[in-house]
């Protein structure tokens, strides 16, 4: 008689499967974009509260740019929303927003909702990106690709800001897009100029 093989010895080992809490973002065929750090997950390395959090750096930029735009601009005329809002994109697609920028009269009558929106705002402002890149073809064409599904779906100007080699990137529709560094003043609704620079200087009016 033969041996009998112990199958629990052969059985392959079961994939981690990936959370939904790990996509970061859908495209608007519904592809996912999952979070920088999500492989480290599926190796067991890293839960998921370590992966979807922001960097001080991050939280900083973004804090000092909301501490401004609360100021500047007429709290009657423009909501600035902000915590990786949700704009949907089409029926499964989605993108997350550091920074938007809405003027009231178009959020008139929207219930507030534990919902993502699909109305775009005039302005949107985000800082680096929690996406794994290393995915794409071309890491760097995500920057491009977010920036003019944006535009297309209406967002009047789309600015990033880079963190690494202290960059902005400005993008308007139907204009030549514009990277300059943090010292150059951004132009924003009521005649307002945004200075990264000097915000982070901690001049911050």
């Known amino acids: 008689m033969g041996e009998v093989k112990d199958k629990t010895q052969t059985r392959a080992p079961r994939r981690k499967t990936i ?14 974009i999952y979070y920088r750090g999500y492989k480290d997950y599926i190796k067991g390395t890293r839960n998921i509260e370590s992966i979807v959090g922001s960097s001080y750096q991050q939280s900083l930029i973004i804090t000092r740019i909301l501490r401004f735009l609360f100021k500047q601009l007429p709290e009657h005329q423009y909501e600035v929303l902000t915590n990786e809002f ?27 909702e534990a919902k993502y929106l699909s109305i775009p705002p ?12 290393e995915d794409l073809p071309v890491p760097l064409d995500y920057y491009h690709l977010k920036t003019d599904e944006l535009l297309s779906q209406g967002v009047q100007k789309v600015i990033w800001v880079f ?20 010292t150059r003043s951004i132009a924003l609704p009521e005649n307002v100029t945004l200075n990264l620079a000097n915000l982070m200087a901690g001049n911050l009016l």
């Not at 959370?19 to 996912?32: C, I, K, S």
């Not at 963190?163 to 943090?182: F, L, R, V």
């Open 19 to 32: 959370p939904e809490a790990l996509v970061y973002e859908r495209l608007p065929d519904g592809t996912p």
């Open 86 to 112: 949700g704009m949907k994109t089409s029926n499964k697609g989605w993108r997350n927003l550091d920074i938007a920028i809405y003027d009231r009269a178009q959020l008139k009558g929207i219930p507030v």
């Open 122 to 133: 005039k302005i949107v402002i985000e800082v680096d990106t929690k996406a794994e890149l």
């Open 163 to 182: 963190t690494a080699n202290e960059k902005i990137m400005e993008a308007e529709a139907g204009k030549d897009w514009i990277t300059s560094g943090w």
